[in-house]
């Protein structure tokens, strides 16, 4: 039976913290109706690497799961099964054998059909109890009073009758208990409940059923419950955005506009709708961000059921598609996930279709045939184009092509005059001229790495019910001024304003209204750096661009003022990152920010001192920097003292920071001493006057860049046994390696070194036998290479600007990972033979004019991953790459003469992703003699770029991807 807690049990062992640490990797897929093997194994390798796969070949899929968890060893829950058919279930088995040969792997199932369950298992099936009814009421009283509502005494006389009848199934009870609390005559519902549930003993899943359907029936409004029917067009364990599903109840007309005296949005009212449903115990897995917002939840496997009985059957998801015979009419339909084999319903029932979900371009042109349509979904259907008479569907109110390398728009999207909410994701060209015709454009989503005027619609001030924008750039036109925004009173969520340059004074700034938009809680504020400077007038645009106060994220960019405007950071503020603002002689007063928590400062190269006025005087009672955890000072290069802050000893100053970083900052002389909470320190010089500071429980300790360091000082040997991470980085004058003896767990270990590595002797290294990941940088001008035999342990090894491999290789016996970057030309390759355990290799020249392969590599035959950039002398890559029988990835960059594979390719029956990048003479299209060579791998990928006569960088990409 369901809503018992199959699911819930199975997800408290699957959180729990001996089963991460037992098991390599934790696998959860929800099975539901269709039992598809392949289906299964994708979704499997989709958790494992959290993006779509894209695969349709089982081989393919089962080569990439055989890569993923080689060597490993796993736990996967299939959720809600339903297969009896024995033969289906020995036909996964044998495919998840086949997987890895790592013995201790465990699966868990959840089912609620006995002979399910039977044919699964090797271990005693668990049959889950029902709850007392003393538990169920327990659950029951806890929703009623969890927004306040008390129990009136007549509940408590009939809480024996209620609780019996709640038949031990605690989804019951809580989804009853949370309906309760929006019922205006709480004590009628529930006693008119309290009949049904006497009358109607739960007896089976058709009887939860029916009692569940109570708390929908219930619903303050109807269109409560079309919001409810319409998770049926997600397919079982579909993890929901909430503020896209708002954008489609909206689409949908299930949400209607307030009348204009209220200041009500859909979006609010959709807010609210979203936590009538919440508070009824009707979503589960619930995920927050950083500020306690909900972002993403799940739905339980019985109420989307319920949610598809609601329907009426017009909802079709993929995991019924095929199962029902006969649907006479179709008002949404998903297709995410489906199979290329399963049968789509007749035409005839989609005439009125209204939401469409894809993820594959199955229809074509035929699209514009459903001319009802309000939602299309089109993500990851890897088109590039939309069709030109995308403008007929005029009913259109959302439309998502994200994840798509869209390349350009047609001309008639304009005419999509009820659009609502558009996401183009990634999108490289020019916005339509009369995008402003798209009046009902409430929610607008792109990504541009950097944004310039061709991006930008002009004459954005009239959309004037645009809620969300990815940026906003300042151009020179008309339509382009900033005063645009003054004209979106209803903006909210993040904001990016490019080209503040252009903007003329503090009163057109002014006219952006940024102070009257009070739910912007991210602002990015950038100005070009090339350009003239005039101080007075990015400061009176920066008074200008007054933010409300309830801000919480605020970033100022390539700022050319002397002072930093106090009033611009408000009370509310979260974190602050100042960036690039070079001509800034003075810092801002923050200490008094109650909630300010991350404070990331970055080339002020004017800035002298950190003084009184950073802290304020605004303490009294309260501490300064109450609740900051993370601090960055870079690039200050002149930045010579930093004050402590004149206060009573009774007021804390920065009692919660656990992670300082100052780098390149080389005249620092004075700082605080009063760090006692710290967790992580960076530093570029052991003189730093940080380090004299007592390190307690650190984690990670970094030091960068010392100019004069010959060992590590006596300051630094505190207490440092949780030590996980130490960095020690361009030593100019090393005399001798700091030796830490004291660490004897750390883990992660990065050491740059410099021309006195000469006279550093292997026995300084002996501390260091823990050591799993290193990472060595060599000085230009270094002559010896270091010896590292010590690091025996190594698993992960990066090597870098050295003139040859370092000494003591035959060692590193565990060694799996190796990248080697340098001018290769002339290096000595052999010590790469003793090392049989590696996998992946990246070989990187910095620009040698005839490097070329070494031949070594052919005897590495365990290799899996092979990355080649930058040797300019191959023209065709040699034959005995055939050896690498092992070889699952090849990475090619920036070979910019290599013309020809070699015919062994076809001998790498694993490989399964080759990677191209600009090697432009490597012709590898469909037509091309090379073809045939790669014509069996299934991921295939070639992408080289040029600059045009603008500088604009001009891409051209090619997928290959079998069916």
């Known amino acids: ?366 699209i514009l045939n459903f001319k009802h349509l309000r939602v299309l979904n089109m993500s990851l259907c890897e088109i590039h184009y939309l069709p030109t008479s995308i403008g007929r569907l005029k009913h259109l109110r959302y439309l998502d092509v994200s994840n798509n390398m869209i390349k350009k728009l047609p001309k008639s999207i304009v005419k999509l005059y009820k659009l609502q909410t558009l996401r183009l994701g990634c999108f490289c060209g020019e916005s339509p001229k009369k995008f402003r015709k798209l009046i009902s454009l409430r929610h607008f989503y792109m990504n541009v790495k950097r944004p310039t005027t061709r991006h930008m619609p002009s004459y954005l001030g009239r959309l004037v019910d645009l809620q969300s924008m990815p940026f906003f750039v300042v151009g020179t036109k008309k339509g382009s001024h900033i005063e645009e925004l003054g004209y979106l009173r209803n903006l909210r969520g993040k904001l990016k304003l490019y080209n503040l340059e252009l903007v003329r004074n503090k009163e057109e700034a002014m006219g952006a209204e940024l102070v009257k938009k009070d739910k912007v809680y991210k602002l990015k504020l950038v100005w070009n750096d090339q350009r003239e400077v005039n101080d007075n007038h990015d400061i009176s645009v920066l008074e200008g661009l007054q933010p409300h106060r309830n801000l919480q994220y605020l970033t100022v960019e390539a700022f050319m003022g002397e002072l930093l405007p106090n009033l611009t950071f408000v009370e509310n503020l979260v974190k602050i990152s100042l960036k690039n603002c070079s001509r800034c002689c003075r810092i801002p007063t923050l200490g008094h920010l109650p909630n300010l928590k991350v404070l990331e400062i970055y080339g002020l190269h004017n800035l002298k001192r950190i003084g009184m006025e950073f802290y304020g005087n605004e303490y009294e009672s309260r501490n300064l920097f109450p609740k900051l955890k993370r601090f960055h000072l870079l690039d200050m290069e002149n930045l010579v003292r930093w004050d402590e802050a004149a206060v009573p000893s009774e007021v804390a100053v920065f009692p919660c920071l656990e992670e300082l970083k100052i780098l390149d900052c080389p005249r620092l002389e004075i700082a605080p001493d009063y760090f006692s909470t710290l967790r992580t320190l960076e530093i570029d010089d052991v003189n730093n006057p940080i380090s004299q500071i007592t390190l307690q429980t650190f984690k990670l300790l970094g030091i960068i860049h010392s100019g004069n360091l010959s060992g590590l000082p006596e300051e630094l040997r505190g207490n440092l046994s949780s030590l996980e991470e130490f960095k020690v980085w361009y030593y100019l004058h090393l005399k001798s390696f700091p030796t830490i003896e004291w660490l004897t767990d750390i883990l992660k270990c990065k050491i740059g070194f410099d021309t006195r590595w000469i006279n550093i002797q292997s026995h300084e290294l002996e501390s260091y036998t823990s050591v799993n990941e290193l990472s060595i940088t060599g000085h230009p001008d270094l002559i010896s290479t270091p010896d590292i035999k010590a690091f025996y342990n190594l698993s992960s090894l990066t090597i870098s600007g050295l003139k040859n491999l370092p000494k003591g290789f035959h060692c590193l016996t565990c060694l799996k990972s190796l990248s080697v970057g340098g001018f290769m030309e002339g290096f000595d390759f052999r010590p790469l033979l003793h090392l049989k355990s590696l996998e992946n290799l990246a070989m990187i020249d910095f620009g040698s004019t005839e490097s070329t392969l070494p031949d070594e590599l052919q005897h590495l035959t365990g290799l899996k991953h092979l990355k080649i950039v930058g040797f300019q002398g191959i023209e065709s890559l040699p034959e005995w790459l055939g050896n690498l029988t092992s070889l699952e990835s090849l990475h090619l960059e920036g070979c910019r003469k290599l013309r020809e594979l070699p015919e062994a390719m076809r001998c790498l029956a694993k490989l399964e992703e080759l990677h191209s990048f600009n090697c432009q003479e490597l012709r590898l299209r469909q037509e091309e003699p090379e073809w045939d060579k790669i014509s069996h791998i299934p991921r295939f990928i070639s992408f080289n770029y040029w600059v045009d006569e603008n500088q604009q960088r001009i891409q051209f990409k090619v997928c290959h991807k079998p069916s």
């Open 1 to 366: 039976m369901g809503g018992l807690g199959k699911t819930t049990v199975a997800k408290a062992v699957f959180n729990h913290e001996f089963v991460k640490a037992h098991f390599d990797e934790t696998i959860w897929v929800c099975v539901t109706a269709t039992f598809d093997d392949k289906k299964i194994l994708r979704a499997i390798l989709e958790s494992l690497t959290n993006v779509p796969s894209g695969l349709d070949s089982m081989d393919a899929i089962l080569r990439r799961l055989q890569k993923k968890l080689e060597g490993k060893r796993y736990f996967l829950v299939l959720d809600d099964v339903w297969n009896e058919n024995v033969k289906l279930w020995n036909n996964l088995k044998s495919l998840l054998l086949k997987i890895t040969n790592s013995i201790g792997n465990r699966v868990l199932v959840t089912t609620r059909s006995e002979e399910a369950g039977k044919i699964m298992e090797t271990f005693p099936i668990y049959h889950l109890e029902k709850l007392s009814d003393d538990e169920c009421w327990s659950i029951f009283k806890e929703r009623v009073s969890a927004s306040g509502l008390t129990l009136i005494q007549e509940f408590e006389t009939f809480k024996n009758k209620l609780a019996k009848q709640f038949g031990g199934i605690p989804l019951v009870a809580k989804v009853l208990g949370g309906a309760a609390l929006f019922t205006q005559r709480t004590e009628t519902w529930l006693m008119s409940t309290l009949e049904t549930l006497v009358m109607n003993p739960l007896q089976n899943e058709n009887d939860v059923l029916s009692i569940l359907r109570l708390s929908v029936d219930h619903l303050p409004n109807p269109s409560l419950k079309q919001c409810f029917a319409y998770f049926s067009n997600f397919p079982k364990g579909f993890n929901f955005e909430k503020e896209q599903l708002i954008q489609f109840w909206m689409a949908e007309g299930f949400i209607q506009p307030s009348d204009k005296v209220s200041p009500e949005t859909m979006e609010d009212i959709g807010e609210k709708y979203f936590n009538i449903l919440l508070a009824r115990s009707l979503f589960q897995d619930i995920v927050k961000d950083e500020n306690g917002k909900i972002t993403h939840f799940k739905m339980h496997h019985l109420l989307h059921d319920l949610a598809y009985s609601v329907s009426k059957c017009e909802a079709l998801g993929s995991d019924l598609i095929g199962l029902v015979d006969d649907v006479p009419r179709i008002r949404q339909l998903s297709l995410i996930g489906y199979e290329q084999n399963v049968t789509l319903p007749p035409r005839r029932s989609m005439e009125k279709l209204r939401s469409l979900f894809l993820d594959r371009d199955v229809f074509g042109q035929q």
